[in-house]
């Protein structure tokens, strides 16, 4: 793929540019395709964050802006990475797309198999591998299920990121419909391989995906900075009785949050025994261990009270430091009434509110009460056992 310098002086140029206007404008005498160097500069304004060595490396490409939105972030491929350590000599990545994952999977592997349908892409990825220096990411123009069938290959493990959007680009939230249909394809897969790796949307229920999915080792339940991003399944060829469930909140200025359990677990624990008032401190687990539905397990674990059945909010007089979550100390309890919201703006013009298992959102709380967003002061807004709906009023503990 031949690139000018003139390609990467446009894109530095126009950098902060609105991409929507530049496409308007006539620029004379390029030598480049004006439309793909535009969607650089848009690309780059979409993964600044995101993928900030992408970001960083001026000379890197992207062969559309939407391989640049669907890329993984560089913090949740070097996470998979660390998961599946120097296990795997060779992973072949079905899905290749902006590569970010193969780039990653390629410093702990020995060979990785780049597949991917779409020639520019190929294109791209080779060029972006050898300005990356990686040497040993072999690169494939194919369609993944042309290649799996024709494959003779044997691999330690495939690599699958299905795609989540169909045709008129609506998200889908079952793996049936995704592009390629893992369900469908799980049994050729673990004839040429003894794992797969897949990366799923976290809008997917879990427990189903374990039913779909044969041998499921392990579930990584990945969020960060407490956005859940996606999860992802280790699955073996042979049978796993109990299923670990891995939920991380990472943030790149923190060491990861971690807590593990088993569904069988969760499932086996009794009704918590149900507690009638709100103590010193209130705690949110993660949201990676709310997805995941470690309700009962994470109680446990930690030796604190649930609020309430369907609230997932918990509560106790003793300080535990090590909770992966946010954690509150309570400065007051308010039932719930009309007074009750005038009182609260009265004496909290500025507030933070969260709404868990109760009838009104935040924005319509926000609205009655007049309250504005933002300051240290953090309301919930939720429902205490038996059935009292209450306003918990707290302050959040820093760096723990």
């Not at 369900?183 to 976290?202: M, N, R, T, W």
């Not at 997932?312 to 992966?324: I, M, R």
């Not at 038996?386 to 306003?391: A, L, Q, T, V």
């Amino acid at each position: 793929m031949e690139i000018s310098d003139n390609l990467f002086d446009f894109i530095e140029k126009y950098s902060q540019e609105n991409p929507i206007k530049l496409r308007l404008k006539r620029f004379e005498n390029l030598n480049f395709d004006l439309s793909f160097a535009i969607d650089q500069i848009e690309s780059r304004q979409k993964i600044k964050n995101k993928l900030p060595l992408w970001n960083q490396n001026k000379k890197l490409l992207f062969p559309s802006v939407l391989s640049a939105e669907q890329a993984s972030s560089e913090i949740t491929a070097k996470y998979k990475q660390d998961i599946i350590g120097s296990r795997y000599k060779s992973i072949c990545d079905l899905t290749g797309g902006l590569g970010v994952d193969s780039y990653y999977f390629a410093a702990s592997a020995e060979k990785v198999t780049y597949v991917e349908r779409y020639p520019l892409y190929c294109n791209v990825a080779k060029y972006n591998f050898s300005i990356l220096q990686k040497n040993n990411i072999q690169i494939l123009c194919s369609d993944s299920l042309k290649f799996i069938l024709g494959c003779n290959i044997k691999f330690d493990a495939f690599y699958i990121d299905p795609a989540r959007r169909n045709s008129e680009n609506k998200r889908l939230y079952d793996l049936r419909d995704c592009e390629p249909n893992i369900i469908a394809l799980q049994d050729i897969l673990l004839e040429k391989a003894p794992v797969i790796l897949l990366k799923a949307s976290p809008m997917i229920d879990i427990s189903r995906a374990i039913q779909d999915l044969k041998f499921v080792k392990e579930v990584y339940v990945i969020s960060v900075k407490n956005e859940c991003k996606e999860l992802f399944f280790v699955i073996n060829n042979h049978f796993i009785e109990e299923i670990s469930i891995n939920c991380v909140n990472l943030n790149p200025v923190k060491q990861p949050d971690n807590y593990i359990f088993t569904l069988k677990d969760e499932k086996n624990i009794s009704l918590l025994q149900p507690i009638t008032s709100v103590q010193s401190y209130l705690y949110e687990p993660n949201s990676s261990i709310l997805k995941a539905g470690a309700f009962k397990s994470v109680a446990i674990s930690f030796s604190i009270s649930k609020i309430h059945k369907n609230s997932h909010l918990y509560t106790s007089d003793k300080f535990v430091a090590n909770f992966p979550g946010r954690v509150f100390i309570v400065k007051e309890i308010m039932p719930f009434s009309g007074k009750a919201l005038k009182k609260l703006f009265a004496q909290y013009p500025s507030a933070n509110i969260t709404v868990r298992n109760f009838p009104m959102t935040a924005e319509e709380l926000r609205r009655k009460s007049k309250i504005k967003d933002g300051g240290n002061i953090y309301i919930f807004a939720t429902t205490l056992y038996p059935d009292k709906k209450i306003f918990i009023i707290c302050e959040k503990i820093i760096n723990v």
